[in-house]
């Protein structure tokens, strides 16, 4: 018997190592990807003055400071104790990111074995949750490090919480109770750890007055730092149209944890076509709730699991507006479900190993092995799905691309293009980039000030060139986009008259214009803009 027990320890580690060597290849291309360069890791990092260096003073200034819109003092700080090691190379903060994930991935196995004392649930749900695309946001991308440090502050939490419930050690109490601010202090969502801890007594099944009194103290700090946060945040909320949002989110995050694909940096809806698809979203929401009950009758597996899922991601069931049209908004992004995705893996490992066991049982050896065939076909499409979006996020104009490809009538991504062409002197491009994005938004001002930069910049050339009338034409199109260019004419005033290369200067409004031909992919036509290019 003790043989027996051993060789089963055995299998089991040998199965976690399987899954964490799988999860280290599948985000092995991470390691090779650079910082986003018009996205928020300039700020966290690579432009960031409180880490260079990071002294006393300059952690007091990032306890009072937000960044990029968010309040994250715990992920400036990582970056601060990084920087004099990695410097502006970004090949070390990814491997921090890519090691993270990887103890995330062994903390969550050692959590669910420990709180359901099902190593094969623990493995099932380790490998759905690890290689799962969802991921790939928060792990590629450097500023968004604070999703998986919060995850593994909480993950920790809960694991010191259920070892204090289990064995009464007042000194893992007090380890929940140390990690509990730093998951906050890392990022905001960990807000929801008083109620994950409540779900989690819940499926303990405790009724004594100490599963209501141990928990005060995490609500404490839950209401008071969840305040702190949002005085930093601010209103990023549009009104009017919010309870739609909430309603449409579980469906649309379920879709996407269960059918992988498609997969972009942010989720774009239209608020004017909402009326017609809110009952059944409102549907939807109210299964989503009501199975947190019924599920409780089936298993308490599937009840922590689900619950665990709908409790995480109460504060990112909401729309966020990025700027730009007040119509066109981003209720979603994947990065949001990093941690709910952990309880969604519950639930499903336990629905299919639930599956096996009644066809195992009624002896239907042809489902079972179709049943085994899918997990395994599934696992390995998300794996190499994961492989091959690592690779989008390797710099600016290679993720943004990949946003174009899939909503060409998206303003922003245009403008990061253009602005990433316009620092590399390439005006040509940085014109087409960013002129695609003054058509689709020229009410926001940064671009028409960027793309008139662009025309005078490459009017300056003309000029050297002594192509008189080209720069002419370029310094009017710049006047006429940013009139401040008016009181700034240097050498271009006194530009001569003459035959010129009209018909060379790239015009970004005719170039969109002729993207969006029947049959054509804008976006195509505007990653390869070979009538304007040099």
């Not at 690579?46 to 006393?56: D, K, V």
């Not at 309040?71 to 004099?84: A, F, H, K, M, Q």
């Not at 972009?264 to 009501?290: G, K, N, Q």
């Not at 639930?354 to 489902?367: D, G, P, Y």
Request: glycine share 4%.
């Amino acid at each position: 018997m003790k043989w027996k027990i051993t060789n089963k320890k055995t299998i089991v580690r040998l199965a976690i190592a399987a899954i964490l060597i799988l999860n280290a290849i599948v985000y092995f291309p991470v390691l090779k990807n650079g910082f986003l360069d018009t996205w928020d890791d300039v700020t966290y990092v690579a432009n960031n003055e409180y880490i260079q260096p990071l002294n006393w003073n300059n952690i007091v200034s990032i306890f009072k400071s937000r960044f990029a819109g968010a309040y994250c003092p715990l992920t400036i700080v990582s970056y601060g104790i990084e920087y004099p090691v990695f410097g502006p190379r970004p090949f070390g903060y990814h491997l921090t990111n890519y090691l993270l994930h990887l103890a995330l991935v062994f903390l969550l196995f050692l959590f669910i074995k420990q709180l359901m004392r099902d190593p094969v649930l623990a493995l099932l749900t380790a490998l759905l949750w690890g290689v799962h695309p969802t991921h790939i946001e928060s792990v590629s991308w450097i500023a968004e490090r604070k999703d998986m440090l919060f995850s593994f502050f909480y993950m920790l939490t809960l694991f010191s919480f259920l070892n204090y419930m289990r064995r009464d050690r007042m000194l893992y109490y007090f380890i929940a109770l140390l990690c509990t601010p730093l998951a906050m202090l890392s990022k905001g969502m960990a807000v929801t750890i008083p109620l994950a801890l409540v779900v989690m007594a819940v499926y303990e099944g405790r009724k004594d007055k100490m599963a209501v009194i141990d928990k005060i103290p995490f609500f404490l700090f839950s209401l008071g730092l969840g305040m702190v946060s949002l005085s930093f945040q601010g209103n990023r909320y549009m009104p009017g149209s919010k309870l739609y949002f909430i309603l449409k989110s579980f469906p649309v995050y379920i879709a996407k944890l269960l059918f992988p694909h498609n997969m972009t940096h942010s989720y774009r809806y239209d608020v004017t076509s909402y009326p017609m698809e809110a009952p059944f979203y409102a549907a939807v929401f109210v299964f989503v709730i009501l199975f947190c009950v019924v599920s409780f009758r089936i298993s308490r597996k599937l009840f922590f699991g689900w619950c665990f899922f709908v409790v995480s991601s109460i504060p990112v069931i909401s729309i966020v507006h990025y700027g730009g049209s007040s119509n066109t908004c981003h209720f979603a992004a994947d990065r949001f479900m990093y941690l709910p995705s952990m309880g969604f893996a519950v639930s499903l490992a336990y629905g299919l190993l639930r599956l096996f066991e009644i066809l195992r049982k009624k002896r239907l050896m042809i489902m079972t092995a179709l049943l085994c065939a899918g997990v395994f076909a599934s696992v390995t499409y998300m794996s190499a799905y994961t492989w091959k979006r690592c690779r989008v996020w390797k710099d600016t104009v290679a993720l943004f691309s990949d946003v174009i490809s899939k909503e060409p009538d998206l303003y922003y991504p245009y403008f990061k293009v253009g602005i990433i062409y316009l620092r590399q002197r390439d005006y040509r491009k940085a014109i087409v980039y960013l002129g695609a994005a003054y058509e689709l938004e020229p009410k926001y001002k940064k671009t028409a000030e960027n793309l008139a930069r662009a025309y005078m910049s490459l009017g300056a050339e003309r000029y050297r060139m002594k192509d008189f009338a080209a720069a002419r034409e370029c310094r009017d199109r710049a006047e006429k986009l940013w009139p401040k260019f008016r009181r700034r004419r240097s050498n271009s005033a006194a530009l001569r008259p003459g035959d010129g290369a009209r018909h060379l200067l790239p015009d970004p409004l005719r170039h969109l214009r002729e993207a969006k031909r029947p049959g054509e992919s804008s976006a195509g036509r505007l990653l390869e803009p070979s009538g304007t290019a040099n």
